[in-house]
């Protein structure tokens, strides 16, 4: 990806020296038309347009629009000193500065400025006493042919720019697919044997009426091992399961439907910054897993806003236990600098509050 990018500068570049070749047209007019200290005064005009464009490409790979406009605006100002001093030959700068301005508007903006540009180059010396009466539309040639090429290039510059973006997300879809696949086969492999070795060493050690201390104890390790083991391969698939808020939500709301909960959350969360939706996506799981498990409710509501996020029942709230989920959620959002706080509402019912940091 990183390759692709700096080919992309390095073509821009490219082309932008390329186009330092106008300016170069242009002093053909000072050897022609000025002499003395107009043609060095010219000659350093001519310079700083030059410079100028090398500014306004620096600052379109920056995305620094304002100073683009700003440097754009200086270059047309040096054109137009340099005007009496080149003459005609002075209009081929403006294949340089009608490209520029029409990239960075919309169509119609841009088809505008062509025109004018063109109809300018092919108008203004036979308007302008001095100047060449002679045929100019090579000029007016030069605006819509190098209008035609920046924008072609800059159709491809987005194009890649679109490619690589979809080839990125395109990686993460397939590792996200890759996790869910080593948590799903964890699950089932270690999952449903640990299981059953729970059951069969519970089992055992009830059969063991009368055998000796050690081995009855000896058995109740055994259990607490594989309790524990079982209790460590759902923490890791937990954390190899991608979550996010969308699908918390979406999961959510089935899972109150199954609990004959009345659901009243968002259908939308476009308003949440994307560096916060996987945090308020563990909120929002938390949050409706325990309305489901505790709370004895007949409504639950999630509300989100860009920086928070709330998910308030009105069931029979109580204070949390130790050793409960928010245990695992408060060091979470604490990690990401939010604030949590949990408790019982007036006159009913819970609410998980998780504000996301500044």
Request: glycine fraction near 10%; charged fraction near 20%; charge should be positive.
């Amino acid at each position: 990806m990183d390759d692709l990018r700096g080919l992309d500068e390095r073509r821009r570049l490219l082309l932008s020296l390329g186009m330092l070749c106008y300016p170069f047209l242009a002093a053909a007019g000072l050897t022609q038309y000025a002499r003395g200290a107009g043609l060095v005064a010219g000659y350093l005009l001519l310079a700083a347009v030059s410079g100028c464009y090398l500014a306004i490409v620096v600052a379109s790979m920056r995305s620094a629009w304002r100073v683009y406009w700003g440097l754009l605006a200086a270059m047309t100002v040096l054109a137009v000193l340099v005007a009496p001093l080149a003459h005609e030959y002075v209009l081929i700068l403006v294949a340089v500065i009608v490209p520029s301005a029409a990239t960075r508007v919309g169509v119609r903006a841009a088809v505008a400025l062509v025109a004018l540009g063109a109809a300018a180059c092919v108008l203004v010396p036979l308007a302008v006493p001095g100047w060449s009466t002679g045929p100019s539309w090579y000029y007016a040639v030069a605006v819509v042919f190098t209008t035609l090429l920046v924008h072609a290039f800059s159709r491809t510059a987005t194009a890649n720019q679109e490619l690589r973006e979809a080839r990125a997300e395109v990686a993460r879809l397939a590792s996200e697919a890759e996790r869910n696949r080593i948590a799903r086969d964890l699950h089932d492999l270690l999952g449903h044997s640990l299981t059953a070795i729970t059951v069969k060493s519970t089992l055992a050690r009830r059969l063991a009426v009368g055998a000796p201390p050690a081995a009855l104890a000896e058995m109740e390790s055994v259990e607490q091992l594989s309790r524990q083991a079982l209790a460590d391969v759902r923490a890791a698939v937990s954390g190899y399961r991608e979550v996010t808020l969308a699908g918390e939500l979406a999961r959510g709301r089935e899972l109150l439907r199954a609990a004959g909960v009345v659901a009243d959350l968002p259908t939308a969360h476009d308003g949440v910054p994307q560096e916060r939706q996987e945090l308020f996506g563990w909120v929002v799981r938390e949050g409706l897993t325990n309305v489901v498990r505790h709370a004895r409710a007949g409504r639950c509501t999630v509300e989100l806003t860009a920086s928070s996020v709330e998910v308030r029942d009105d069931g029979t709230g109580g204070p949390a236990g130790p050793g409960s989920g928010l245990d695992g959620l408060r060091a979470r959002v604490a990690a990401a600098g939010g604030v949590l706080t949990a408790g019982p509402t007036q006159p009913h019912g819970w609410s998980l509050r998780v504000e996301a940091p500044a």
